[in-house]
């Protein structure tokens, strides 16, 4: 079954850091370029960032640049996501999602569950 | 950056209803855009690419149009299931990419 499993989130104090995991099987994990999408409560999407095939290319959202990075380990079929400098405006459910690339689309076709980061004192 | 905006944000309707909801990106985003449904507490799951081609294992009654600017999902007949929101994305500036700000789909 093709599967992702977020873990790491949690409550952690504004200025903090906090790395959440996304373990992936099911499919050739170093065929897919992987993403992170997250959910603020109550309310939309949000593109977070994105990691190529490689992990030599990385890509975030303008709200997060700086502060989060993006890395893989494909002998772990694994994609992280580090995030440091927590704010308040970082709590969020954080999906790991896998992008699907053909000639004429980019999708997110698989989705985990989600992980809840909560930035509060 | 190109901004997505849908319409409307949330309606109620009937099991059986015909529903349409819009989208808009505020450039030409030529097909490339994507359609998501999200029922409460879960993941968001893929309905359509590419403006108008279903994924995989979504029922027919699912459908997209549009190209340039405006985009419409179609619910042809409501069913129980479908209540839940939905989001449009553009992938037109990838690997950056845009979400709407979603259009819930109530019971009537």
């Known amino acids: 079954e093709v599967q992702l499993l977020e873990s790491g989130g949690g409550l952690i104090q504004p200025g903090g850091s906090l790395r959440l995991s996304c373990a992936a099987s099911?499919?050739?994990?170093?065929?897919?370029?992987m993403s992170w999408v997250r959910q603020a409560p109550g309310k939309g999407l949000e593109w977070v960032s994105t990691?190529?095939?490689?992990?030599?290319?990385?890509y975030y959202a303008d709200s997060v640049k700086g502060r989060l990075t993006i890395s893989r380990d494909s002998s772990k079929n694994t994609v992280y996501l580090k995030m440091n400098s927590l704010r308040a405006e970082d709590t969020a459910i954080y999906y790991c999602?896998?992008?699907?690339?053909?000639?004429?689309?980019?999708?997110?076709?698989?989705w985990g569950r989600g992980t809840l980061v909560t930035v509060s004192a | 950056d190109i901004q997505m905006t849908q319409s409307p944000s949330s309606l109620s309707a009937s099991v059986g209803d015909r529903v349409t909801i819009s989208c808009r990106a505020s450039?030409?985003?030529?097909?490339?855009l994507n359609w998501y449904q999200q029922e409460p507490g879960k993941a968001p799951k893929l309905l359509i690419h590419s403006a108008s081609t279903l994924q995989s294992g979504v029922p027919s009654r699912f459908s997209g149009g549009g190209s340039g600017t405006d985009f419409t999902l179609t619910i042809s007949s409501l069913q129980p299931e479908d209540f839940a929101t939905y989001y449009c994305?553009?992938?037109?500036?990838?690997?950056?990419?845009?979400f709407g700000p979603g259009a819930r789909v109530d019971i009537k």
């Open positions: 990691i190529s095939v490689s992990g030599n290319s990385t």
């Open positions: 099911g499919f050739t994990f170093s065929s897919y370029a």
């Open positions: 450039q030409n985003i030529n097909r490339y």
């Open positions: 999602a896998r992008k699907y690339s053909s000639s004429w689309s980019d999708t997110f076709d698989i």
């Open positions: 994305q553009q992938t037109f500036t990838t690997p950056v990419f845009t």
